[in-house]
C-alpha cells in the first residue's frame, strides 16, 4: 500500500523546454487538425504569439522526465496495480515554444476507499505545479492514481 | 481569423459540437507514445498485453483525454480555456470509435471572467463510456 508518511512530501524539479516541433508532434498524434498547434502564421492570426500547447501537453514533460515512476517508486506502489483515475490541468497562461518549464510533483493526499465490489484502494493524488523562465505560474496538473490491493 | 465566440452567446444547455474520431488503429498508439513520452508497453505491444490478461493493447488514456482537448479547441478558442479534467471510466481498443460531446451546464460571473462550465463525455460505437469530464472557459463580453 501506498506509503503514508510521504503525504506533503515534494519531488526533485522536471525541467523542460518546449519545442514547436514537439507541439506539432503531440497535435499529430492526437490527431488535431486545429492550425494553431502547427503553423505558427496562423497562430499569431488567431490571437496567439506563436503555436500554443494544444491542452494536454503537460503530459509531454511529465512522461518524458520519468517524474511518476520516481513518485510511484518512493510510495512504495507495486506499478502493475496502479490505474491512471483522473487527470486535471488549471492553465493560468498558455505556454509557448521557447518556454523553459519547471514542474515540482508533490504528493498532496494518500486516502483509502473501498469499490463496489468490496476491493480496497489507496486513493493518490499527485500535483505537479509548473512555472515559467520568469518565476511565473503556468498550469498546475493534477492526477489520481489509484492503487488497487 | 476564425469567428469569436462570446459569454453572452453560449447558455445553459447548449451542446458542444460532436468530434468522432476513428476507427482508432494501433499505429496512433505508437505516434502517441513517441509524442507523449509514454512507453508503457500496454499501449504498443499485444504480447505484453496478453501477459497481462488483455486482449491486446489498448489506447493510453491520455490519448482519449487529447481527443476531447480537441472537441474543446475546435469550438471554444485555447485561449480561453482555464480547466480541463477528466476521469478515466473504461479502456479503448483498436478498432473503436470515439464520439466526444459534451454541455454547457453553468455559466458565472467570477471576479472580472465570465466563466462557462461544460461537462464533456468520450463514448465508443456501443455507447461505452470512456471517459467523463468537465472544463471552463473564460469567454470575452461583447459589450
Redesign the interface.
Known amino acids: 500500500m501506498a506509503d503514508r508518511s510521504k503525504q506533503g512530501k515534494e519531488y526533485p524539479p522536471i525541467t523542460w523546454e518546449v519545442e514547436r516541433g514537439?507541439i506539432r508532434?503531440?497535435a499529430?498524434?492526437?490527431?488535431?487538425p486545429?492550425p494553431?498547434y502547427l503553423d505558427k502564421d496562423t497562430a499569431i492570426?488567431?490571437?496567439?504569439k506563436d503555436t500554443?500547447a494544444?491542452?494536454?501537453f503537460l503530459?509531454?514533460p511529465m512522461?518524458?522526465s520519468s517524474s511518476m515512476p520516481v513518485v510511484i517508486n518512493d510510495l512504495k506502489i507495486n506499478f502493475?496495480n496502479v490505474?491512471?483515475?483522473?487527470?486535471?490541468?488549471?492553465?493560468y497562461r498558455?505556454i509557448y515554444p521557447g518556454d523553459v518549464l519547471t514542474g515540482i510533483p508533490k504528493v498532496v493526499s494518500i486516502e483509502e476507499k473501498t469499490s463496489k465490489s468490496g476491493r480496497k484502494m489507496d486513493m493518490v493524488t499527485v500535483e505537479i505545479l509548473y512555472t515559467d523562465q520568469d518565476g511565473e505560474k503556468v498550469a498546475k496538473a493534477?492526477s489520481l492514481l489509484i492503487e488497487r490491493k | 481569423?476564425?469567428q469569436e465566440i462570446y459569454y453572452e452567446d453560449i447558455n445553459v444547455g447548449d451542446e458542444m459540437p460532436k468530434l468522432v474520431?476513428g476507427p482508432l488503429q494501433k499505429l496512433?498508439h505508437v505516434?502517441?507514445a513517441?509524442?507523449?513520452?509514454?512507453f508503457n508497453p500496454l499501449h504498443t505491444d499485444d504480447d505484453f498485453a496478453k501477459a497481462?490478461g488483455l486482449d491486446g493493447v489498448i489506447a493510453h488514456?491520455?490519448?482519449i483525454?487529447?481527443?476531447v482537448?480537441?472537441a474543446?479547441?475546435?469550438w471554444i478558442?485555447?485561449?480561453y480555456?482555464?480547466?480541463?479534467?477528466?476521469?478515466?471510466a473504461g479502456m479503448t481498443k483498436p478498432g473503436n470509435t470515439i464520439t466526444v460531446k459534451g454541455n454547457v451546464v453553468e455559466k458565472r460571473v467570477d471576479g472580472n471572467e465570465n466563466i462557462i462550465k461544460c461537462e464533456v463525455l468520450a463514448q465508443d460505437e456501443n455507447g461505452d463510456v470512456k471517459v467523463t469530464g468537465h472544463f471552463e472557459a473564460a469567454l470575452p463580453l461583447k459589450s
Open positions: 514537439k508532434e503531440l499529430k498524434a492526437i490527431g488535431d486545429n494553431i492570426e488567431e490571437g496567439y500554443p494544444p491542452p494536454t503530459t509531454v512522461m518524458w502493475a490505474l491512471h483515475g483522473e487527470e486535471e490541468y488549471e492553465y498558455l493534477r | 481569423m476564425s474520431k496512433q505516434m502517441y513517441g509524442a507523449s513520452g509514454d497481462v488514456g491520455m490519448l483525454m487529447g481527443f482537448g480537441q474543446i479547441t475546435q478558442p485555447r485561449k480555456l482555464k480547466r480541463f479534467g477528466v476521469r478515466f
